[in-house]
């Protein structure tokens, strides 16, 4: 039963923190520094994800395999590659230096 307790909480916690922002402004556009930083925390997100997913290995620094493959990855979409290229790219060398 405290579960369900716990996960109703959690539920209502979430849904009102969703809430709050079009409450509080109500229909009125942002101010111009809010626009900018949302314009930019997609990109800042992605990449606190991939850097935490591709260096941390529980509660410590791990540079392996994986870490390479996503390096050389990011190189191939950096220059202009196709995402597809760029995933296929980071399992090939990621797959040949576990095989090492």
């Known amino acids: 039963m405290t579960i ?3 996960i109703g909480a959690c539920a209502v916690v979430t849904a009102a923190i969703k809430a709050a922002g079009p409450v509080i402004l109500g229909g009125r556009e942002l101010p111009a520094r809010f626009s900018a930083v949302l314009g930019v925390m ?7 994800l991939v850097v935490t997913s591709t260096l941390a ?3 410590k620094l791990a540079i392996g395999a994986d ?8 190189v191939v979409l950096w220059r202009g590659g196709p995402v597809v290229v760029g995933v296929l790219v980071a399992a ?4 040949a230096l576990r095989a090492l």
């Open 4 to 6: 369900w307790l716990l």
């Open 42 to 48: 997609a990109a800042a997100v992605l990449a606190a």
């Open 57 to 59: 290995d529980g509660d």
């Open 67 to 74: 870490t390479a493959g996503v390096a050389v990855a990011g």
């Open 92 to 95: 090939v060398v990621t797959a």
